[in-house]
Structure formats: structure tokens, C-alpha cells
């Protein structure tokens, strides 16, 4: 029998240095959520289908279990910490943290990962909008902590676009054509929207596309609508952009719209300038729970691709000296030296191999920019050319 040795699409392995950061990296932001307080929760990656019912639209990895049950791949951790709530007795309020792998069946050439390491908090049961800067604030803080410091995080409302889609009474169809348009940013798009559903609404919906930015921004939006949800939505936005005061990271998007479809309040999603893609999310999500019979607890998370993120740091920190490796060669004889030149010496490993000349060309092929060579009970030291 032979073999299949390729990967599914939207998978693929993390080797060596990759590895080892993606693993850093999950405990380093793991403790920054522990140190504000959060606590750690785990779910299964398997659960039952209709534990994501709030977000059927999202392309899940189905299976039956062997009593011809449906279950999926869980595709966020949200959801999953929702049924957590309502099913082992746990009561709000709670601030909680987690991280493990998502899974999502994107569509194929898309470019798009269908695995990935997510980490993040959820702050269950708190109404005030301090839950929402509690969220920004936190992921600025564990971003500048992770050495990322040129990105920046779009300030969005859910209850805009849940405003224009029932004051305009749109269906499931028309509905995802206005979804997509917003999504897209397409003038063309939009405007072909507003040309078969006419309304009262027309300046601030045609506007959409090009309302994002400073928050000046948000004056320019209320000056094209008396929509009272949206007003508020407006305010909402405007006070956690002053509340938390980083203008250099901060900006508003009116038409921002989340992929998942529960969220209810303020949305937020963060980019850079070297990441092709958004690698933080999040917002307000009231009404989750009462897809389990509970209660509707108020509730704010943010979700951080850490996956992303290393890719990100990775790319940024290419050429720094701070990945500078120094290969430390030895003889049996000289086994306890080397000990202690490696205790003492940053970012160093052991030579394994008998011959000097094996250590060098090994050192060369992995781009270590050091060798020590120790072999001789004297230290000497030599440069590695790459």
C-alpha cells in the first residue's frame, strides 16, 4: 500500500524554528491574560454539530461519530465555551482565556488556512462597555508584548448593518448581497444595491465604502443619518476609540462587518502592514447563549490567529541579531566545559559530532553565525560562513 504523504488543503507543518515559536508565543500570550486575571478554560476540538448552530453559514469539517451522530471540528472556541456555560452549572460573570486549534473548510485556492492556532478571552455576564476596552486594551498590551508594534486595530458596530438590514427588511438573498458588498468595499457593488432597494437610508449606505479611517470619520457618518440604533452605535464607538487613547493603533470602519453572524455590539479587527490577512478579531455578543437555553449574558471576546502572528513576527524580525545561533563543538573528554559554556552563552546548542569539520558544515547548512569550538579544552571561537 502506498502512502498519501500531501497534506489536505489549508494545513501544513510547522518545523524547527517555526515550531518552537508557535509554541513560545501560545504560553507568552497565555500568561499576559493570566496576569489581568482571566482563567484558563479547555474544550474538546470535537463537538456536536448543533453546538455552532449560531453560525451555520461557516464552512465546517462534518463527520458522524460511530453512533451516526453529526459533529464537526470546531471552527471557534466561543461557541464551545457557551455550551461550557450552560451545561456544567458555571455562572457569570467570568473573565476567561483559552488557546488550541480551529478548523475551517475555506474554500480551495483561496489562500486561506483551514487550521489554526487560535488564543483569546471571553468576559461573560459584563454589560458596560468597559468589556470592549478591556478587549482592545489587552490585545494592544499582549501585541506590544509579543514585540509587534506596527499594526493596527478597526473599530466596527454589528448593529449598523443590523440597522439598514431590517429597516430595509432585506431577505436571506439580499442580504448576503449587501453582506458581500460591505465586505468587499465595491462602490460598484453597493451601488447596484442601492439602485433595486431604495430607501430613505441611501446617503449613508452608498457612503459605507468609503467611511472608514480616522474617527473623524465617525462625525461624517452621523451628518448622513437620523437612525437612531446607529447614532448610538456611532457614540459607542466614539467613546472606546477616546477611552482608550492610541491613536497610532486605533481607527474606525462604519461598514466593518465580522464574519460570524452572533455578534450584537462593538466589533474589532486587526491588521499590519506586512500580514496579508486580519490576524485579531472579536466584539459584543449578547444573544449567543440563548442558542443553549440560557439566559442572554452579555458577553465581549477577541480572538487572536496566533499562527498569523508568528508568520508576522517572523518576517519582521528576519534580519535582527536576536536570532543569532552559535554551535558549540566538543570532544568527550571536554563534555562538562561545553556544559558550561553553553549555560553561559544565549541562544546556543551542542555539536553532537566527533569531527570539527562535520560541526562547521553543519553550523553552515543551519546558519548558526557561531561556532565555539571547545574540543581542545581551550575556548576558541570561530565564524561561520553561510
Avoid at 458581500?180 to 459605507?208: E, T, W, Y
Avoid at 465581549?300 to 558549540?328: C, M, P, Q, W, Y
Amino acid at each position: 500500500m502506498k502512502w498519501n504523504r500531501n497534506l489536505p488543503i489549508g494545513t501544513r507543518d510547522k518545523l524547527f524554528k517555526e515550531a518552537a515559536s508557535a509554541y513560545d508565543m501560545e504560553h507568552q500570550v497565555n500568561r499576559s491574560f493570566h496576569a489581568r486575571g482571566y482563567q484558563r478554560i479547555e474544550t474538546p476540538v470535537i463537538e456536536f454539530d448543533d453546538v455552532f448552530s449560531a453560525i451555520n453559514d461557516m464552512n465546517l469539517y462534518r463527520f458522524f461519530d460511530k453512533k451516526g451522530r453529526l459533529t464537526v471540528l470546531r471552527p471557534d472556541m466561543t461557541s464551545p465555551i457557551g455550551r461550557v456555560i450552560s451545561t456544567t452549572g458555571v455562572t457569570p460573570p467570568l473573565k476567561l482565556c483559552y488557546s488550541g486549534k480551529v478548523f475551517r473548510a475555506n474554500e480551495e485556492l483561496a489562500g486561506e488556512r483551514n487550521e489554526m492556532t487560535q488564543a483569546g478571552i471571553e468576559i461573560i455576564g459584563f454589560a458596560s462597555i468597559k468589556a470592549e476596552i478591556e478587549c482592545i486594551t489587552s490585545a494592544i498590551g499582549v501585541l506590544k508584548q509579543l514585540g509587534i508594534t506596527d499594526f493596527q486595530i478597526e473599530i466596527g458596530h454589528a448593529a449598523i448593518y443590523q440597522a439598514i438590514v431590517q429597516t430595509l427588511g432585506l431577505q436571506e438573498n439580499d442580504e448576503e448581497a449587501f453582506r458581500q458588498a460591505l465586505q468587499n468595499k465595491s462602490l460598484f457593488g453597493i451601488r447596484s444595491f442601492v439602485a433595486s432597494h431604495p430607501s430613505a437610508m441611501d446617503a449613508f449606505i452608498l457612503a459605507l465604502p468609503r467611511l472608514f479611517g480616522s474617527v473623524d470619520t465617525i462625525q461624517e457618518a452621523r451628518d448622513l443619518t437620523d437612525n437612531v440604533v446607529i447614532l448610538e452605535a456611532l457614540a459607542q464607538m466614539e467613546t472606546i476609540v477616546q477611552i482608550v487613547d492610541a491613536p497610532e493603533h486605533l481607527s474606525v470602519d462604519i461598514g466593518l462587518v465580522q464574519e460570524l453572524h452572533y455578534y450584537t455590539g462593538a466589533i474589532f479587527r486587526g491588521y499590519a502592514d506586512m500580514s496579508a490577512v486580519h490576524f485579531l478579531s472579536g466584539g459584543r455578543y449578547d444573544s449567543l447563549f440563548a442558542q443553549f437555553g440560557e439566559d442572554n449574558w452579555p458577553a465581549v471576546g477577541l480572538a487572536l490567529n496566533l499562527d498569523e502572528i508568528v508568520s508576522l513576527k517572523r518576517r519582521t524580525l528576519k534580519n535582527k541579531d536576536a536570532d543569532a545561533k552559535v554551535f558549540i563543538h566538543y570532544s568527550l573528554e571536554t563534555t562538562q566545559l561545553a556544559e558550561e559554556v553553553l549555560a553561559q552563552t544565549p541562544n546556543a546548542s551542542l555539536s553532537f559530532f566527533d569531527e570539527l569539520s562535520e560541526s562547521i558544515a553543519y553550523a553552515e547548512k543551519w546558519q548558526f553565525s557561531k561556532l565555539i569550538d571547545v574540543s581542545n579544552n581551550t575556548i576558541l571561537e570561530l565564524e561561520v560562513t553561510s
